[in-house]
């Protein structure tokens, strides 16, 4: 399945990433695709108060962290950014097949398509493509 939406606004990413709790029913490995400001983070914001898993304003990018984890009543939440990593051994020091161990985990991957095995593995990929200052084209391949 493909869906596209263009957003005119980061409101309205993150209104439909309120939307996206359906599609995401966990267990679910999503690939975030997207240059830098692209709208990644910003949509993860909607997808956790979708999930009731955090308020919007408390989803930051996990740049630096690598992994942000937020709990909700129907699903974990797990916010990835692997920019800063570059071997499969790296990818391997941050435990994902214990955080998809649970039947109600969701991994939100950002620079997943730098690692073959996760997009092996991937059950769904969102891309961004930046069509002005605040516009964005969303894909959803599934």
Same mark, same amino acid.
């Given at each position: 399945?493909?869906?596209e939406? +263009?957003?005119?606004?980061?409101?309205? !990413?993150?209104?439909?990433?309120?939307?996206?709790?359906e599609?995401?029913?966990?267990?679910?490995l999503?690939l975030l695709r997207?240059?830098?400001?692209a709208?990644?983070?910003?949509?993860?914001?909607?997808?956790?108060?979708?999930?009731e898993?955090?308020?919007?304003?408390?989803?930051?990018?996990? +740049?630096? !962290?690598?992994v942000?984890?937020y709990?909700?009543p129907?699903?974990?939440?797990?916010?990835l950014d692997?920019?800063?990593?570059?071997?499969?051994?790296?990818?391997? +020091?941050?435990?994902?097949?214990?955080?998809?161990?649970?039947?109600?985990s969701?991994?939100?991957?950002?620079?997943?398509?730098?690692?073959p095995?996760?997009?092996?593995e991937?059950d769904?990929?969102?891309?961004?493509?930046r069509?002005?200052e +605040?516009?964005?084209?969303?894909?959803?391949?599934?």
């Amino acid at each position: 399945m493909t869906r596209e939406i +263009t957003t005119h606004s980061a409101e309205e !990413t993150i209104a439909f990433g309120r939307t996206l709790t359906e599609l995401l029913t966990p267990p679910k490995l999503v690939l975030l695709r997207g240059d830098l400001g692209a709208g990644k983070t910003t949509l993860v914001k909607g997808i956790a108060a979708g999930f009731e898993a955090a308020q919007e304003d408390d989803v930051i990018s996990p +740049t630096f !962290t690598l992994v942000h984890e937020y709990r909700g009543p129907r699903a974990n939440l797990y916010h990835l950014d692997l920019y800063r990593l570059d071997t499969p051994r790296e990818l391997e +020091t941050l435990g994902l097949d214990d955080l998809r161990s649970s039947d109600n985990s969701i991994l939100l991957i950002e620079w997943g398509e730098k690692f073959p095995r996760l997009q092996r593995e991937r059950d769904i990929e969102i891309s961004f493509e930046r069509n002005g200052e +605040t516009r964005r084209k969303i894909k959803i391949v599934s």
